[in-house]
Every structure is written in C-alpha cells, then in structure tokens.
Nanobody, 116 residues
Framework: VQLQASGGGSVQAGGSLRLSCAVSARTFSRYAVAWFRQAPGNEREFVAA????????YYQDSVKGRFTISRDNAKNTVYLEMNDLKPEDTAVYYC??????????WGQGTLVTVSS
C-alpha cells in the first residue's frame, strides 16, 4: 500500500487549500484514512479521519467547522478541505491508512504554510 499526499502550499490567513491523498491499494474501500500534521518543533498530531465507507468522520477540536475530510472510493483518494486557515495550521500534513487498529501505511507529507 502506498500513499501520495499533495495539495500543500502557501496561503494567507483566512485562505483555503484542499489536500489530496492518493492510495494505491487493491481494496482501498477497506481502509480507514486519516490526516496528521507536524509543525516544526512539535510532535505529530491527529487532524481528521474517515472510516472505510465515508459514513463516519472524526476531527481534532481545533479544526472542527473549518476542515472537512471526504473520500472517493472510485478514485482511491481521500481529501482534506481546509478553510479559514490560521497560522497555527502551518505544518507538514501526512495521510495514513489502516485496516485494523494502527495506522501502518504513511505518505510522504505535504507542506502547508499559512502567513498572517
């Protein structure tokens, strides 16, 4: 299983970005997928997750109402729509996939920079 994150960039505060995570897996629809992020000097933290069907989503409190995670199983892709971005959202964003309890497959990360 391979994951490829893309869509990062530089925006001003209040702006928007959409991240994509393309997953190469024969049975993509079996995988739950999540986004994590890591800011300089900080530990990696959970941002959002979506279950195999897309029927259940989960968010870190600080992004609720601003970020939306979704998936297109026909395209083997998970998206993270990020609106009203804040400087504290600046980080490298990673997508990860799992079937069971642990996220065992990780992408390479995409950098998001939000300037004030």
């Amino acid at each position: 299983v391979q994951l490829q994150a893309s869509g990062g960039g530089s925006v001003q505060a209040g702006g928007s970005l959409r991240l994509s995570c393309a997953v190469s897996a024969r049975t993509f629809s079996r995988y739950a997928v999540a986004w994590f992020r890591q800011a300089p000097g900080n530990e990696r933290e959970f941002v959002a997750a979506i279950n195999w069907s897309g029927g259940n989503t989960y968010y870190q409190d600080s992004v609720k109402g601003r970020f939306t995670i979704s998936r297109d199983n026909a395209k083997n892709t998970v998206y993270l729509e990020m609106n009203d971005l804040k400087p504290e959202d600046t980080a490298v964003y990673y997508c990860a996939a799992r079937i069971y309890d642990l996220y065992e497959y990780w992408g390479q990360g995409t950098l998001v920079t939000v300037s004030s």
